[in-house]
């Protein structure tokens, strides 16, 4: 089981300000909040950190993982929506637009990046 996921930012500023906006649409919020990182748990359990965005630890710049994604499981294909677009309103860039896939499949997903690169998506299988 995955304990937690940590993206690297180069503008952690920046990236918090996305993440304040998008985080809270699949349950999560910001509970902790550093000059290294920034930590988003579920609203019911705020001490079981789920995400981090940070500095890299070694210092050197953040850079993306070619093949990476990071991908949350919502409800209903209304918060895969929601979500997609807030983040394209927040300056994320859009990977793929809310829909099934393949096409004839139950399973609903949107896919975006954010301002350092990192991939997202939103996934709900109904």
Request: overall charge negative; some cysteine.
């Amino acid at each position: 089981m995955i304990g937690y996921v940590i993206v690297g930012s180069r503008d952690l500023p920046k990236a918090t300000s996305f993440y304040d906006e998008i985080m809270p649409i699949i349950g999560l919020m910001r509970v902790e909040t550093s000059d290294e990182y920034v930590a988003y748990a579920p609203k019911d359990k705020p001490e079981a950190v789920e995400f981090y965005i940070a500095k890299p630890f070694d210092g050197k710049p953040a850079t993306i993982g070619n093949g990476s994604m990071i991908a949350f499981h919502v409800p209903t294909r209304e918060t895969v929506e929601l979500f997609h677009k807030t983040a394209l309103a927040c300056g994320g860039q859009d990977e793929g637009a809310p829909g099934c896939r393949p096409a004839d499949a139950v399973e609903y997903y949107a896919y975006s990046r954010d301002m350092d690169g990192n991939k997202i998506c939103v996934f709900c299988a109904n």
